[in-house]
């Protein structure tokens, strides 16, 4: 038998490095996908169309050599240790619509997917929670990424044409409709993004200080008390809690605003974002400014800023109209000035993780 799944990339359009921080995001799918094909076998055998490159292995600790392979190896070493059994080998096939490292959570579709689509063939009977859960206990324990939970939790439970808002504390969530929202378009600066190398988790080392320091969640934190411990804070910490406790309230601003279709605000909110992020956070880079502001000065553009980890990665655009012609000229200039490209898509909003029907 051979079981298809689809498993998307996910946007955030608010709420960046507040879900580690026990505050809220507002993710949602994309209709950009990770294919899963699972044929059953005697052997785990994992290939990935995408790098042309193929991998077995055996599901215990051990780490592959191809970092790759241990999205997929540690998805199914943490499914193991979760219903505590073992799970029968597979033949799995990757290919991708989804870019690799773009900042749209390639990584946590990929794990989704693949305990997604063995917990739906084995009838193991986790819910969609559950399967985020494991997704991303894998990522932070076997792939070594400290993530929060707003990727895994958008893969597993987006719904088309809407926003989900996440209080990362809880784990609580509920839908935002986005029927009627301007035009998404994804920028994708070319330059890779890469969690596991240290500038994440150093931010959230940074972020845990902040709470140590001040005694309180950031929920509760306000500008007036890290304004009074800002000494004992130190200027990095000092900055990146500010960043959280105004992103926290963002997020809250920016359902008002989706409510009230006040598409102005919706995009001077993401503006905020952007500078909190490259002035407070300090995540952003010299290619992904070049491009913001250019696409923020464009008239049909409501705003833009980068989205997910940082350090590259890719752009969400909120704009009036279609503006493929004005991203061409600024991609000429942007060649000129870093020598490299910047790729750009239209996206729809769509559903979680799901399975394809064949026939
Ligand atoms: C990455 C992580 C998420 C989140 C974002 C920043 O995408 O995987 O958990 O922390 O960065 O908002």
């Known amino acids: ?3 298809v799944f689809k498993s998307p990339g996910r946007i955030n359009l608010i709420g960046e490095h507040t879900d580690y921080n026990g505050g809220y995001v507002l993710p949602a799918a994309i209709d950009k ?32 050599k191809d970092t790759w392979a241990n999205y997929v190896k540690g998805a199914i070493f943490h499914l193991t240790k979760y219903v505590k059994k073992t799970i029968k080998p597979f033949k799995i096939e990757i290919n991708s619509t989804l870019p690799i490292g773009a900042g749209l959570s390639s990584s946590a579709s990929l794990m989704v997917g693949i305990i997604y689509g063995i917990s739906k063939i084995e009838r193991l009977n986790l819910d969609r ?6 997704a991303h206990e894998a990522e932070n324990e076997f792939v070594g990424v400290s993530c929060g939970i707003m990727d895994q939790y958008a893969v597993a439970l987006a719904k088309k044409d809407s926003f989900i808002l996440i209080d ?34 150093m931010r959230r080392n940074e972020c845990a200080r902040a709470i140590e320091i001040t005694g309180k969640q950031f929920k509760e934190m306000t ?4 304004d009074s411990k800002r000494k004992a804070l130190g200027e990095n910490s000092y900055k990146r809690a500010k960043h959280v406790i105004e992103e926290n309230q963002r997020v809250l601003d920016m359902i008002t605003a989706i409510e009230n279709k006040d598409w102005e605000k919706v995009g001077w909110l993401v503006k905020k974002s952007h500078e909190s992020l490259k002035n407070l956070f ?21 705003g833009a800023r980068m989205i997910g980890g940082g350090f590259g990665g890719s752009i969400i655009v909120i704009s009036k109209s279609d503006i493929k012609m004005q991203l061409k000229e600024i991609n000429d200039a942007y060649k000129r000035q870093f020598g490299i490209e910047m790729k750009s898509y239209p996206v729809k909003l769509s559903s979680g993780v799901r399975k394809i029907n064949l026939f």
Do not use: Q
């Not at 052997?43 to 051990?62: A, C, G, Q």
């Not at 929670?129 to 494991?134: H, K, L, N, Q, S």
């Open 282 to 302: 300090e995540i952003s880079t010299d290619e992904i400014d070049f491009l913001v502001d250019r696409i923020n000065a464009l008239e049909d553009v409501y």
């Open 168 to 201: 990362a504390a809880d784990g609580h969530y509920e839908y935002v409709s986005a029927i009627g929202f301007p035009k998404i378009t994804i920028v994708d600066s070319g330059v890779k993004h890469e969690l596991t190398s240290g500038g994440y988790n």
């Open 1 to 3: 038998m051979t079981y």
């Open 129 to 134: 929670e559950r399967i985020a859960e494991i």
């Open 33 to 64: 996908y990770t294919y899963l094909t699972f044929e059953e076998s005697d052997h785990f055998d994992v290939y990935t169309k995408d790098l042309n490159k193929s991998v077995e292995f055996s599901i215990d600790e051990r780490k592959e």
């Open 223 to 226: 500008n007036s008390l890290i």
